[in-house]
């Protein structure tokens, strides 16, 4: 099974209410505002705080740090190319399909007969 990793929080609208102010309850604590339950994201991993959102079917608001809220950077791939297996590699994708082409294929023997009427 696939598991979620990161997700983006970049785009989250941001809430006024004051986290103190808020009253506690079983997932975290209550906006007097809106009604939904805030859960603290602060001490959570990113692939915790990805199956949170993705899998609840409430409403998920929550508090964050900075570094979690900042938009992900992509992710620099580091491909390291052997210039000797590009070559080999080159070389034997060349000559397989080469021979391929080389080859001639038996002649099929058609007979051709006449009916008279």
């Known amino acids: 099974m696939n598991r979620v990793t990161k997700i983006n929080l970049s785009n989250l609208k941001k809430c006024n209410q004051v986290w103190a ?16 339950t805030i859960i603290d994201f602060r001490k959570m ?4 705080i990805a199956e949170t959102h ?5 409403k998920v608001c929550g508090l964050y740090t900075k570094e979690q809220l900042a938009k992900p950077k992509k992710e620099e791939k580091n491909i390291k190319i052997n210039n000797w297996n590009s070559f080999y590699f080159g070389l034997f994708s060349f000559l397989s399909f080469s021979s391929y082409s080389q080859e001639k294929a038996e002649p099929i023997k058609t007979e051709q007969t006449e009916k008279k009427i």
């Open 21 to 36: 102010d808020m009253p506690e309850n079983e997932k975290g604590k209550l906006c007097l505002k809106c009604s939904n």
């Open 45 to 48: 991993t990113d692939s915790e």
């Open 54 to 58: 993705l899998f609840s079917e409430e």
